[in-house]
């Protein structure tokens, strides 16, 4: 089958028995998700589509988290939730780490309460991104690069 490289634009194709696998495009090495047909004949370069998701399970799992996240992000993102959420701990413990320090040694000096203030602005940041960017680029960036960051 033919899929669509979704950062060089190049076409490829990819052996049927390679579906639900994450490959490297040999022509810019990014990383892409390769979707799981479902007889469906699929309209060449939208392999992201709204069709996609459900012949893919995990895609579909991953990508109803977009809303969730999101919310959660802006509520609560000086606390890393939504990263927990995401499965991006190492990002998440590192928020968390710095708002509860931030909240404990306030109190003796003045200068931690910058660390909880730049989380919560990361937070509302990210939660904006999250609910901002489509399902297929949020899938592309969370679930398959692992974007620990915005
Ligand atoms: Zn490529």
Known sequence: MEIECPHCKTVLSVDGSQ????LDCPRCTGRF????????PRVP??????????SDP?????????????ICALLF????????????????????????????????????IFGPFIMWTIGLIEGIIYLSKSEDQF??????????WF
């Open 58 to 70: 995990q895609v579909g799992e991953f990508v109803e988290k977009k809303f969730s996240a999101g």
């Open 77 to 112: 993102g000086m606390f890393g939730l939504h990263k927990f959420l995401l499965g991006l701990h190492n990002a998440g413990l590192i928020m968390l780490a710095v708002s509860l320090s931030g909240v404990v040694l306030t109190p003796c000096l003045l200068v931690p």
């Open 19 to 22: 579906a639900g696998l994450v």
């Open 33 to 40: 998700h390769v979707p799981v047909p479902m007889g469906k």
């Open 45 to 54: 370069g939208t392999f992201f589509g709204p069709d996609s998701y459900e």
């Open 139 to 148: 899938y592309q960036d969370y679930a398959i690069q692992r974007r620990q």
